[in-house]
């Protein structure tokens, strides 16, 4: 199994895990849990990969992904209510689905010889937009969306960092888990520590 591929099943896991949360905090039946980890799984990679003209789209070439999503969203139909706080597993699983799946848009972009600033769009993109989906489809605030805190940002210097250690390290297992690290541990204080980044705020005109 290769790199790009590893780090697609790791992400599509967790992710679908997340989904899965966050169908039970909507209440949906089993067929909403399948769907919506499903969407929250492959979303963001099948962005990537069009954007990126791979084809096929990596789900579609290999339905296995399918199948993985599937089995994570039914462990969390049968598990969740035994969850203390739904709410907080989710954020933290969040932050490690984020995490692997920049990872992966970076490994994806470069095996098709993306340039840098292009892989590192790819990072953002393949880890942000699945969580997005996830959850405007069950009208939930997007995390990616909330005040000041560090979601796309912790994705893009992870995704840099990735980059910048396959630029000038000859090690690409090296690289990937200095993403994964920096992504997590940014999200990880924002979420710990409430480390913000400055948000807008209007002021009155003046007369």
């Known amino acids: ?59 579609v070439g290999d339905p296995i ?27 933290w699983l969040d932050a490690l689905a984020l995490s692997v799946a920049v990872s992966a848009g970076i490994s994806a972009a470069v095996s098709v010889g993306a340039s840098w600033v292009i892989a590192v769009i790819m990072g953002v ?10 959850d405007v489809v069950c009208n939930e605030v997007p995390l990616v969306l909330k005040q000041g805190e560090l979601y796309v940002t912790a994705a893009a210097v992870g995704a840099a960092t990735g980059v910048a250690g396959l630029t000038f390290l000859d090690n690409e297992l090296a690289a990937f ?8 541990c940014l999200r990880a204080g924002s ?14 005109p003046k007369a």
């Open 177 to 184: 888990l200095a993403c994964v690290v920096v992504t997590f």
């Open 65 to 91: 992904y399918i199948g993985v999503a599937s089995l994570a969203a039914l462990l969390v139909f049968l598990g969740a209510h035994r969850l203390e706080s739904r709410y907080r597993v989710l954020l």
């Open 125 to 134: 993109v393949t880890g942000c937009l699945g969580g997005l989906l996830r």
């Open 191 to 204: 979420l710990v520590f409430g480390w913000r980044l400055p948000t807008y705020k209007s002021r009155q």
């Open 1 to 59: 199994m290769t790199p790009p591929q590893l780090l697609d099943f790791a992400s599509v896991f967790v992710f679908a895990l997340t989904g899965g949360l966050t169908a039970s905090r909507a209440q949906l039946d089993i067929v909403g849990f399948l769907f919506v980890g499903c969407l929250t799984a492959v979303g963001g990679g099948t962005a990537r990969d069009v954007l990126l003209s791979r084809d096929p789209v990596f789900w």
